[in-house]
Structure formats: C-alpha cells, structure tokens
C-alpha cells in the first residue's frame, strides 16, 4: 500500500491533465445546474400565492424536484470524475483492491454490525471497494441508512440514521459476545456524573463497560454483552490506536467487534466521493479532500494493524 505523500505525487503527475478537463465540463454542469435552479424559483414565485396556505407542499415539491434534476444534470459529469479519478486512486493505493462505483457494502452487515439500534428501513449506498490489504479482506463504501416517518396525515418523511463511510474487516480472534464502542456524546454534554447514570442506563444496549484509559473514556463508551472479552479486545494498544484514529478522521467514530470481524462506521454526512460542482477540481484542498479520504479508509488495517497476531483465535 503506499504512502500518503506517493499517493499524493501520483495525483498530481497522473491525474492532473485529467482533472483540467473534468474541470471545464465541471463549469457547464454548474452552468446548468443554476440555471434550472432559477428556473425552479421562477416557477415558485409565479405560483406562491396558490401554496402560500400549503408551503409544507411546495418546500417538499421543491426539494424532490431538485434532487432529482441535481442527479440528471450531473449524472455522466459524475460517472466520468469516477472512471478517469477515483478508480485510478485506488488502484494507485493498491493493485489488489476492487472499485465498484455503483455498489455498496450489504445492508445486512451494516444491521449485523450492532452499531445502531435503530432499525433502517432503507439502506443506500455507492462507491464499494473490495480486496486485501497485508493478507486481511477489507470492504468498504458509502452509506446512507434512513429512518421512515408517518405523521398523522399520512404524510411520508425520512430521517438519516447514519451517512459516511461503512467498513468492515477481518480481525485476528473469534467473539462469543458483542462490543460497541460509540462516540460519548452523553459525559461531553451532560459532564461525568450525569453522563455516567445516563450511559449505564441506556436500556438499548448492553452492560456499560468502564476502561482504564482516561483519554479513550473521554472520547468513547463501550457496551458489551461480556465483560472479560471486551477488555481483552480493548487492550492499551488498540485503544491508543483507535484514539490516533479518531484524530484522524475529525469525525464521529462508531466501532464494533462481532463473530470475527471489526465494523467502522464514520460519520460524514455526506457522500464522500462525488465530484466538486460549485468548486474547482483544481484547488489543492479539494484535491487532498478525495486523497486522503481514501487512503485514511482504505488504511486502516494499516492504522489498526489488524494483521498482527495481538490474539490468536480460538
């Protein structure tokens, strides 16, 4: 797998003469894109004075039209960024490694992972990619998980219960139990006591586990359905090796160890490989954006070190 600063050099020798072109269509998708936009505020002020009673109506009319015209207009731009970029990043990282730009880890893992208890009633996805890093099978993508909502109109809404990157990996020891570890939201909120009696009271988890490094308590909690197995799996390597992860990413970190294999969630909110619009493709920090995204979720066998005989199965 190479280094960031490798990955980083091909980018800009291989990719650039590629991203100049991308760019100028960039500028006629975005051309086109406003202008259907003030399109479709045209047509709303025309006929305000028919919703002004029903504006729930229109915001909701205008939203999914909108949506839907965003991914017509930029749909080959987007089809194009993906073949002639990011595909070639990846393969760039390592030869081993599958893309599949219109697929997605399955639903059925991301439910099995234990990380959210919330049931979703659709899961979508993108952006898959598939292989071996160091001898450990790695999969990851996108995904948008949502939640359905009926209010007492009958009237349908969604609810995002998770979007970012979802992997999932091989881990060097069998589980007879489940460890979760999440973001502590409660301690950081409510401060220690208060956040204390709310994470052990959490009836949708199981028994609040208590670890002996302050810095991984600070940022995480972690539930588990056996004590002793969640600590063995927790030891002080892997959690600073988590924590060094968490930097990282600068975003919500979800973790969770089930049967054989070690579920990461992070949370984005958004999706993370489609291309700029209403930015160039050549500024540095939206070129290092897609870079180091991709090496930073691809590499975390390397971050963890998943390969190392820290346990040996059983």
């Not at 207009?73 to 599958?98: C, G």
């Amino acid at each position: 797998m190479k280094k960031l600063s490798e990955l980083t050099r091909f980018y800009y020798e291989n990719l650039h003469p590629v991203l100049e072109d991308l760019d100028k269509k960039r500028e006629e998708v975005k051309f086109r894109v406003m202008l259907f936009g003030g399109f479709i505020l045209l047509i709303d002020l025309m006929s305000f004075s028919f919703f002004q009673n029903n504006l729930d109506i229109l915001l909701f009319t205008n939203i999914v039209v909108g949506a839907f015209l965003y991914k017509f207009l930029t749909k080959d731009y987007t089809k194009e960024f993906k073949d002639r970029v990011i595909k070639p990043l990846i393969s760039a990282i390592d030869e081993n490694l599958k893309y599949a730009k219109n697929a997605h880890v399955r639903g059925a893992k991301f439910i099995n992972s234990g990380i959210f208890t919330q049931m979703p009633d659709k899961i979508e996805g993108n952006d898959y990619i598939s292989g071996a890093i160091d001898d450990i099978n790695i999969e990851l993508s996108d995904i948008h998980a949502q939640k359905e909502h009926r209010n007492s109109k009958g009237r349908t809404s969604w609810s995002t219960i998770f979007q970012g990157l979802f992997i999932v990996s091989q881990f060097n020891k069998n589980f007879q139990g489940k460890t979760v570890i999440l973001p502590d939201c409660a301690q950081n909120a409510f401060g220690g006591l208060i956040g204390n009696w709310l994470q052990s009271h959490n009836i949708n988890r199981n028994e609040l586990i208590k670890m002996d490094n302050p810095e991984f308590e600070k940022e995480f909690v972690v539930y588990g359905s056996d004590q002793i197995e969640a600590r063995y799996i927790l030891n002080h390597t892997l959690m600073e090796r988590l924590l060094e992860f968490k930097k990282k990413t600068k975003h919500k970190l979800y973790v969770s160890f089930v049967f054989e294999q070690i579920f990461i969630a992070i949370d984005y909110g958004k999706d993370l490989f489609e291309p700029a619009v209403f930015r160039t493709l050549l500024d540095y920090k939206v070129a290092m954006e897609y870079v180091q995204t991709l090496h930073l979720a691809i590499g975390v066998v390397k971050e963890l070190k998943l390969n190392e005989k820290l346990w040996s199965k059983v």
